[in-house]
């Protein structure tokens, strides 16, 4: 079977971007971003310096973690390998984007969909050659089918000590370099900075990201004497950080609706909550509520959201985009159903409505627990950031939803009704998951060793980089301050504390929403290419 694949020979190529100008005319790539690019990183010490040319794109991944996030089958993979996306079927949800751990995806500025290397995909169904294999002067880029013994790429594999980039993600790539450099290679092996060879790259959020070109003055000579010691790179591509702040605020809305619920309906469960308005209808409203805002924040946060709804008529089954969209709405009916139950007794129309509603419970948990933890999967598709690959990540996401979903029941305790002891049980419940947080954060996630450089340096980034604010919220106003006052409020009684519970659960929400920030922003900024 046809299995086409890409080889860079870096012993021939002069850097002259002449793959790049013909990609952008043979596929029509907007301005601003590319399918296939050259990096440049200079090494040495002056005068014994050299340039290190690496031409980028798509990998072809035989194991292409693009395809499996992808919620809507956009992007997918032909059966002679070459992995192919549908502009007619993206939703532009940039899920693609942070699974692949080489950067080489990118959202069309004018489709506002996902695109990038087809492997020139109507050239190759003729029997013709990529543009980029047919421009090159030096004959540096040669493609064609691997399983073709005969054929020129399958020869130089076989006889050419050859790599490819991040072996270590399993994603079987099929694009290989002939006497790949390490500074080059490697994305953590050169020092990175805004100011290359004939400008600056260009700030996310400054009017259009797209140009026009800015020539910064002595940025060149500058960046080739920062570039003698250590290695440097001089010359790359903007790429935008996909997730902006709306998939930070939909982690705490959702901990928020996924929480309450959870927290009230096994209190109910066991006996230890009473079958009160505020245990019943209100919590379980307002779960709604937190649950409704989450999912405006996903479809905000598309760059096609009037296609959102396709998710529901053809999804991906492996993506764990495309099964939380349907959790939410799994937990939104059963929720809706709990709640219509007990607010029709209530108010006097079905006195039997409670007692039905009760039988929901059980699967309603279930599904609050699965709306509270998916993300974690579905972070773990998300291979170009390697810190959320974590192992804790399902825990933290749960202790997280207890946490502000008692902690957002002790801010109504003021304004409603509640006996002493109920007070004491949310408290508890808050205490011990807020506590529990703490330990998960930073005996858990940052004080262990990362599985990859890549991992440690986004957790440096939040601990003692950009995100270190945020990080310092997260902790000392999110965790810290509300453990403090929960503790006076026991001291006190709870009975008398309640203002102090309700401040230390609006507390926990905005740390939340900043270590959010925090985690979901940094490992973005890492590059991989």
């Known amino acids: 079977m046809t299995q086409y694949a890409f080889l860079i020979d870096n012993r021939k190529c002069i850097g002259c971007h002449a793959c790049t100008t013909a990609c952008k005319s043979e596929n029509e790539v907007p301005l601003g971003v590319n399918r296939t690019w050259v990096k440049y990183v200079e090494k040495g010490k002056f005068p014994d310096t050299r340039r290190y040319f690496q031409v980028t794109r798509c990998n072809h991944c035989a194991n292409p973690p693009c395809v499996h996030i992808c919620p ?94 991040k072996p270590e993600q399993n994603t079987l790539p099929k694009l290989f370099y ?147 969209a349907f959790i939410l709405i799994g937990f939104t009916i059963v929720g809706g159903l709990f709640f219509l139950g007990h607010a029709a007794q ?26 509270a933890v998916y993300t974690a999967f579905l972070f773990a598709q998300a291979e170009g950031r390697d810190l959320w690959q974590s192992t804790l990540l399902p825990w933290h996401l749960f202790v997280q939803a207890l946490m502000v979903g008692a902690g957002a029941l002790l801010m109504l305790v003021p304004f409603l009704n509640a006996d002493a002891n109920h007070i004491n049980l949310l408290a508890w419940t808050f205490g011990a ?42 902790i000392g106003l999110g965790l810290v301050a509300p453990l403090i006052l929960t503790a006076l409020a026991f001291l006190i009684g709870v009975a008398f504390g309640t203002w102090l519970l309700a401040l230390a659960g609006l507390l926990s929400i905005v740390g939340l929403f900043a270590y959010e920030w925090a985690f979901v922003m940094a490992p973005q900024e890492i590059p991989n290419n």
């Open 433 to 474: 998951s807020a506590l529990a947080n703490l330990f998960i954060t930073v005996g858990g996630e940052f004080a262990v060793p990362h599985a990859s450089t890549v991992a440690a340096a986004a957790a440096h980034m939040i601990t003692h980089g950009k995100y270190k604010r945020h990080f310092q919220i997260g």
């Open 72 to 165: 809507v089958t956009a992007m997918f993979q032909r059966k002679d390998g070459i992995v192919e996306f549908d502009p007619e079927l993206c939703i532009g949800c940039k899920a693609c984007m942070q699974a692949c751990p080489y950067d080489a995806i990118y959202i069309d500025p004018e489709s506002h969909t996902a695109a990038k290397c087809h492997f020139c995909a109507h050239r190759t169904e003729v029997g013709l050659e990529p543009a980029c294999v047919v421009v090159c002067p030096e004959h540096a880029i040669i493609a064609g089918d691997l399983e073709d013994a005969n054929s020129e790429i399958s020869r130089l594999v076989a006889t050419q000590q050859v790599r490819v980039r």
């Open 178 to 324: 002939i006497d790949a450099e390490e500074v080059a290679i490697n994305p953590l092996a050169s020092q990175h900075g805004d100011a290359l060879l004939w400008g600056a790259l260009p700030q996310s959020g400054n009017g259009d990201w797209r140009g026009p070109i800015q020539i910064g003055e002595g940025k060149m000579a500058s960046a080739m004497l920062r570039s003698a010691m250590p290695p440097r790179e001089t010359y790359n591509v903007p790429h935008r950080i996909p997730w902006h702040w709306q998939v930070p605020a939909y982690l705490t809305t959702k901990a928020i609706g996924a929480g309450m619920f959870i927290v009230a309906a096994v209190g109910i469960l066991f006996g230890w909550l009473p079958q009160t308005p505020l245990f019943t209808s209100i919590a379980t409203f307002l779960a709604l509520v937190f649950i409704g805002i989450t999912t405006g924040l996903l479809v905000w946060d598309l760059d096609r959201p009037e296609r959102f709804w396709t998710i529901l008529i053809r999804p991906q089954w492996k993506s764990w985009l495309a099964r939380g």
């Open 346 to 371: 209530q108010v006097g129309l079905f006195a039997q409505g409670g007692a039905m509603a009760n039988w929901l419970i059980v699967p309603g948990v279930i599904l609050a627990v699965l709306s």
